[in-house]
Nanobody, 126 residues
Framework: QVQLVESGGGLVQPGGSLTLSCATAGFSLNSYALAWFRQAPGKERERVSCINSSNRVTKYVDSVKGRFTMSTDRTKNTMLLQMNNMQPDDTAVYYC???????????????????WGQGTQVTVSS
């Protein structure tokens, strides 16, 4: 059974940093497409970053390029999202997701990822 559990959310000041973790079980991090999404109040769920299942290339939405880094720790079956220089627009509920997808991870809509964590709140405010 595929399971994903996020942790690490919280309150951070503008310009600060936060690392989110997603503990996984029931599948191999090397064989599934992995993704981090976020959803702000009144907005659609947005993919922040993802890793292809085939070539493990990591992709980012333009608004977080150079500030966020997605990685995996295979020894702990964990996905990570390191967020630096955070801004108020980064405020959202963040979700990790996984699915067995053949194409590039960024061509798939959120609903095509079948496995989700419960979400963790991230608030950027002074």
């Amino acid at each position: 059974q595929v399971q994903l559990v996020e942790s690490g959310g919280g309150l951070v000041q503008p310009g600060g940093s936060l690392t989110l973790s997603c503990a996984t079980a029931g599948f191999s991090l090397n064989s599934y497409a992995l993704a981090w999404f976020r959803q702000a109040p009144g907005k659609e769920r947005e993919r922040v970053s993802c890793i292809n299942s085939s070539n493990r290339v990591t992709k980012y939405v333009d608004s977080v390029k150079g500030r966020f880094t997605m990685s995996t720790d295979r020894t702990k079956n964990t996905m990570l999202l390191q967020m630096n220089n955070m801004q108020p627009d980064d405020t959202a509920v963040y979700y990790c997701a996984a699915e067995n997808l053949a194409l590039s991870c960024d061509v798939y809509a959120a609903y095509e990822y079948g496995h989700w964590g419960q979400g963790t709140q991230v608030t950027v405010s002074s």
